[in-house]
């Protein structure tokens, strides 16, 4: 797994402050990206929240899905979360180390009293002392929320900063992309009130050890959620039902628990989505398939990323994006004169370098720009190397419907049927497409859509 390490530089330590007129809870910055650009320290808020104890239980949420690993447990290794301001609202995002757990808390307008939310994404710096600050609000006494620097030293800010260094897996950047994909296919699959949703998440086992049991299934019923022994249509899969655990953190101001997936097909395991619905807020945690397989690894942005026309196509559309809380691909097809499949495609290739998100309770896209180098998570995904490897070298025959791909000693069968394609390899008789195309089965695509490919990387 390839790592690099992300120096993330504030101008000061966030901190929880108390004061004669009231407390405020300064959240700060790192470089980060807004309509203006490169910003060293964007500020982002300043204002009141409406439910402040239940901001602080939100924000501890995604704190702890950072610092969590939830399969083969080590020592934490936390990124700060990413904070977007979407204008009218404010998202808090994160990954678990162990890349199955995803993350969010949005803010939404009726949570925030104060001045309008600008645009952009960074970091912020969410630290054990904050931690414990934040753990210690117990009532919703007035509380003032700041996302930046001061106003008055936003110019100002050219003397030391705070610097932490993390090492950022490229499997923890291609989570987002992967996460984004399997949410765009999920549908609302049962509903629960405050009572239900109590009920049901404290009946969850907490569990301190690796999750490694199977998959479990959960089916609507009149009284909430109901285990069942296989997938019937409308259940929704539960792996590792102890991953949900950072949502006890705000458990008892619940007003209802939304909970997607997709369609049930052959009872393989899927990624599913819990949504905490809470005063002027929403918390969501996304559950990779397995808790033994990251989002990294599902492959689901491999074929958007496989071609020139998509490339081409998302440059376009990343002209037109505006940090909308929603994107419309309608909106975007007519604007840019693309067919709608082209917009998703293009918005799947974009989601690769972060910079689009999918908020599952308004059905749409939203805009942020991760604050990581754009094709850093293209450049080392293993099987798009591989497959522009094996086209660029020549290793690819085409023969209509059945194309050869030589590969080490060893030659491979692809075959197309109704737009799909099947290989003979060991990765497709483990998968079966579950997990994406396999390295061969890409190189054929990229060779029959004409893929420019030179000296085996585009």
């Known amino acids: 797994m390839t790592r690099s390490v992300q120096a993330l530089a504030y101008a000061r330590p966030?901190?929880?402050?108390?004061?004669?007129?009231?407390?405020?809870?300064?959240?700060?910055?790192?470089?980060?990206?807004?309509?203006?650009?490169?910003?060293?320290?964007?500020?982002?808020?300043?204002?009141?929240?409406?439910?402040?104890?239940?901001?602080?239980?939100?924000?501890?949420?995604?704190?702890?899905?950072?610092?969590?690993?939830?399969?083969?447990?080590?020592?934490?290794?936390?990124?700060?979360?990413?904070?977007?301001?979407?204008?009218?609202?404010?998202?808090?995002?994160s990954f678990s180390g162990c890349c199955g757990v995803y993350a969010r808390l949005d803010v939404l307008q009726e949570g925030l009293d104060g001045e309008r939310t600008e645009h952009g994404t960074t970091n912020v710096d969410v630290n054990n002392p904050l931690r414990d600050a934040l753990s210690r609000i117990s009532a919703d006494d007035p509380l003032h929320l700041r996302v930046g620097p001061e106003e008055l030293a936003v110019t100002t800010l050219d003397g030391p900063v705070v610097e932490k260094k993390v090492p950022l897996p490229d499997r923890w950047l291609r989570g987002f992309a992967e996460a984004q994909v399997a949410s765009a296919g999920f549908d609302l699959r049962a509903e629960l009130t405050a009572a239900q949703a109590v009920a049901f998440l404290r009946s969850l086992p907490r569990g301190s050890g690796n999750a490694t049991r199977g998959a479990q299934w959960v089916v609507a019923s009149g009284t909430g959620l109901r285990p069942t022994t296989r997938p019937t249509p409308g259940a929704v899969c539960l792996p590792g039902p102890e991953r949900?655990?950072?949502?006890?953190?705000?458990?008892?101001?619940?007003?209802?628990?939304?909970?997607?997936?997709?369609?049930?097909?052959?009872?393989?395991?899927?990624?599913?989505?819990?949504?905490?619905?809470?005063?002027?807020?929403?918390?969501?945690?996304?559950?990779?398939?397995?808790?033994?397989?990251?989002?990294?690894?599902?492959?689901?942005v491999l074929e958007a990323l496989a071609t020139d026309d998509a490339a081409a196509d998302a440059e376009l559309i990343s002209v037109l994006l505006a940090w909308e809380p929603r994107i419309?691909?309608?909106?975007?097809?007519?604007?840019?004169?693309?067919?709608?499949?082209?917009?998703?495609?293009?918005?799947?290739?974009?989601?690769?370098?972060?910079?689009?998100?999918?908020?599952?309770?308004?059905?749409?896209?939203?805009?942020?720009?991760?604050?990581?180098?754009?094709?850093?998570?293209?450049?080392?995904?293993?099987?798009?190397?591989?497959?522009?490897?094996?086209?660029g070298a020549g290793a690819v025959s085409l023969d209509g419907a059945l194309a050869s791909v030589a590969s080490g000693d060893r030659r491979y069968q692809v075959r197309e049927s109704d737009g799909f394609l099947t290989c003979t390899c060991q990765w497709w008789a483990d998968y079966r497409g579950k997990r994406g195309p396999c390295k061969h089965a890409l190189a054929v695509t990229m060779v029959r859509r004409g893929a420019t490919v030179a000296g085996g990387v585009r």
């Open 14 to 93: 966030s901190a929880l402050e108390s004061s004669p007129v009231g407390a405020s809870l300064g959240l700060e910055t790192a470089g980060g990206l807004t309509p203006r650009g490169a910003t060293a320290h964007p500020r982002f808020f300043a204002g009141f929240l409406s439910a402040p104890r239940i901001a602080a239980r939100g924000l501890l949420a995604v704190a702890d899905v950072a610092a969590a690993r939830y399969y083969r447990r080590a020592l934490p290794a936390s990124l700060d979360p990413v904070v977007t301001g979407n204008g009218d609202r404010l998202r808090f995002e």
């Open 328 to 391: 419309e691909p309608a909106s975007l097809a007519e604007q840019s004169g693309l067919g709608v499949e082209r917009v998703r495609a293009a918005l799947t290739r974009l989601g690769t370098a972060g910079r689009v998100g999918y908020d599952l309770a308004d059905a749409a896209y939203f805009h942020r720009e991760l604050p990581y180098e754009a094709d850093r998570a293209e450049r080392h995904n293993p099987r798009l190397v591989a497959a522009r490897e094996l086209a």
């Open 244 to 300: 949900l655990v950072a949502l006890q953190r705000v458990l008892r101001h619940a007003t209802a628990l939304r909970v997607y997936g997709p369609p049930v097909a052959d009872g393989a395991a899927t990624a599913s989505a819990w949504e905490v619905v809470l005063p002027g807020m929403r918390l969501t945690l996304t559950l990779s398939p397995e808790a033994s397989r990251g989002f990294s690894g599902e492959g689901g």
